[in-house]
């Protein structure tokens, strides 16, 4: 059974150390960190990218580690008044207590299993938000910046409404111990200040996922399952498939269908 620093890495919370120090400096330099910068980090494991952000001036870093062992080595490794450490789960703690010091930069390597979930956390708490840098599986970055065709889905629609996204290095399985079987993307984002409104915002998700249900069908044949009327929607948009469509197409077949 694998160790680091004669701790057991455990399976269970998706566990990859980061070795590459260029990959952590990518990511500092992608942010603008001055000594008003609030940073929080998510799962910092041994504390290879939170000895980087320690170096730099801002003027505190919160940390998410749900594993204790994990969360006391590195305030062992790293003593900083500036650092706090919260043992807690992210996607469960009151994510309010961000308010005191938005915005908050995000600086972080996540866990694979959990990255959608934590994305949608950065969604609903985005004002507390002034951009980021993220790790995830390569896999997942291009499903989230794909503009249309295929792999274009409700994931594109939902998180490019609300951010703005960019790729950044790929990374390696090697630069990780151990290394995971799967390559790697840093992902910078910033939630769009101006970002349309949606009516009946919880319903049109809902909506938009059963539309790209079977994303290769058309149009048609996905919209029958989702409940509204289909003679409302526009003769041009029935034997498109679902990935053809824009936001734009969506909204506008959401304006004619809902009410």
Known sequence: ????HDIRIKKKFGQHFLRDHTVTQSMIDSVHI????????????DGFLTGEILKTPAARLWIFEIDPEWAAHVLK???DVRMTMHQ???LAV????LGEYAPWTVLANLPYQVTFPILHRFQEYRSFLKEGVVMVQEEVAQKIVQASGRGFGYPALFFQHYFDWQLLTKIPP??????????SRLLYFKPRIKAPVI????????????CFQQPRRMFKNNFNGTGYAIDRVPEKYLDLRAQQMT?????AIWDLVRN
């Not at 009516?199 to 059963?210: A, D, L, M």
């Not at 936001?247 to 909204?251: E, I, K, Q």
């Open 1 to 4: 059974m694998a160790h680091v």
């Open 34 to 45: 001055d000594t008003t910068t609030s940073i929080f980090e998510i799962g910092c494991g």
């Open 77 to 79: 490794t790293f003593p």
């Open 88 to 90: 807690d789960d992210f």
């Open 94 to 97: 009151d994510l309010k207590m």
């Open 174 to 183: 090697t630069a990780f111990f151990p290394a995971p079987k799967v390559t």
């Open 199 to 210: 009516p009946e915002e919880e319903q049109f998700w809902k909506f938009i996922k059963k």
């Open 247 to 251: 936001m734009n197409d969506f909204l």
